[in-house]
């Protein structure tokens, strides 16, 4: 791979995106699915914190501005085909998810039993409401 401008090595989508998924350095836990743009991977690389695109608001969005739960880098990673990226980061307090949980995937697919389908259950519970974390809760 060579090193002239490490953001042009990016596939980005389209729309000039790319899926980033946040990892906790001490457990190896997938926290949270997001998206970047050149433009936040920069700042990322920059500030040493996680900053991401919000697709609904159109904006950066470094994680944490609004609820303290910053996630400071400690690796980017770029994966085999070079369209996804992987921020290995500390999840200060704890909390990746808006909903207060320690993570976004907390939905669990239970099997299936005896003629009923499988079900979505709620593996983690809510560590700090919503209510306590931002202004305008989600």
Same mark, same amino acid.
């Not at 995106?17 to 350095?25: E, K």
């Given at each position: 791979m060579s090193n002239s401008n490490w953001l042009d090595q990016v596939k980005w989508d389209k729309d000039g995106?790319?899926?980033?998924?946040?990892?906790?350095?001490h457990s190896g836990q997938i926290l949270m699915l997001a998206w970047t743009n050149r433009e936040a991977l920069s700042a990322?690389?920059?500030e040493q914190r996680a900053v991401y695109w919000s697709r609904s608001r159109q904006q950066l969005w470094r994680k944490g501005e609004e609820s303290g739960n910053v /996630?400071?880098?400690?690796? #980017?990673y770029l994966d085999c085909d070079n369209d996804a990226l992987c921020y290995v980061v500390e999840q200060i307090g704890g909390i990746a998810c808006h909903t207060g949980r320690?993570?976004?995937f907390f939905q669990r697919l239970a099997p299936a039993q005896s003629?009923?389908?499988?079900?979505? /259950?709620?593996s983690?519970? #809510?560590?700090?409401?919503?209510?306590e974390m931002y202004r305008?809760?989600?």
């Open positions: 995106l790319a899926p980033v998924i946040a990892q906790d350095i990322t690389q920059k /996630q400071q880098l400690h690796d #980017i320690p993570n976004c003629n009923t389908a499988p079900t979505w /259950q709620i983690s519970e #809510i560590v700090k409401s919503p209510d305008n809760p989600k």
